[in-house]
């Protein structure tokens, strides 16, 4: 089975708070890739990171940073020092090499308040 | 370079009605992929097409059409609308499947 679950339907954190979100993928593909998008109250779909399954070392991108397991199957997401606009809901997906499809967890919902 | 556009952004239909959504992206991207978005659930695939004159189905393709006539198109067709359909749709592309895939804005459907 080829499946993203995103066990965290919603965070609530005070600003400035670090915060992580979850994604637990399954597949028995070996090569496949693992994303990151954002969507803000706005609607719109932001790309925020690609992975490839070779590829394990840890990215840092400002205040985001991800952290890919394959040992666990996972590619958990970090905000440091969080900010009230990286309020939105957060997908995690997978596309396994072995079909064209991108399969996408439920989305974490992140509130950061003032 | 406008990236991925789709109209209309809002559409309400009736039961039964038919209709497309459009889809154009000038971006020479070889897949096309249409999702839908229900609250509280993540995308879920409707259609894709690795390139022109080539579609399949996603995960929850009935009741909708596709064609790939053109690289830059990719419209989806309501055949008979159901209430069940009301969500946002969303289009994507990306130069190759496993690759980042650019969103359009979606199109909010209400179908009474």
């Known amino acids: 089975a080829q499946k993203v679950t995103q066990a965290q339907t919603e965070i609530s954190v005070v600003e400035k708070e670090d915060v992580t979100l979850d994604c637990v993928y399954e597949t028995r593909d070996t090569t496949y890739y693992l994303f990151w998008y954002k969507q803000p109250p706005s609607g719109e779909l932001v790309f925020l990171i690609r992975?490839?399954?070779?590829d394990e070392q840890n990215e840092i991108s400002g205040r985001y940073s991800w952290n890919f397991q394959k040992s666990t199957s996972s590619f958990n997401f970090t905000i440091t020092a969080s900010q009230v606009v990286d309020s939105a809901v957060y997908f995690c997906a997978l596309s396994p090499d072995s079909n064209y499809q991108l399969i996408w967890g439920a989305g974490t919902k992140l509130i950061i308040k003032p | 370079n406008a990236g991925v556009t789709q109209t209309p952004k809002f559409q309400v239909l009736k039961t039964g009605q038919s209709m497309t959504l459009q889809c154009a992206q000038d971006?020479?991207?070889?897949?096309m992929s249409w999702y839908r978005q229900d609250p509280g659930m993540g995308l879920r695939l409707i259609h894709y097409s690795v390139g022109a004159g080539i579609t399949d189905q996603g995960e929850v393709p009935n009741g909708y059409n596709v064609s790939r006539s053109t690289t830059e198109d990719f419209p989806l067709r309501l055949l008979s609308a159901a209430p069940s359909q009301t969500s946002v749709y969303f289009c994507?592309?990306?130069?190759?499947?496993?690759?980042?895939?650019?969103f359009g804005p979606g199109t909010r459907l209400t179908v009474t």
């Open positions: 971006m020479n991207h070889e897949y």
């Open positions: 994507a592309s990306s130069r190759e499947s496993g690759d980042e895939q650019y």
């Open positions: 992975r490839n399954s070779f």
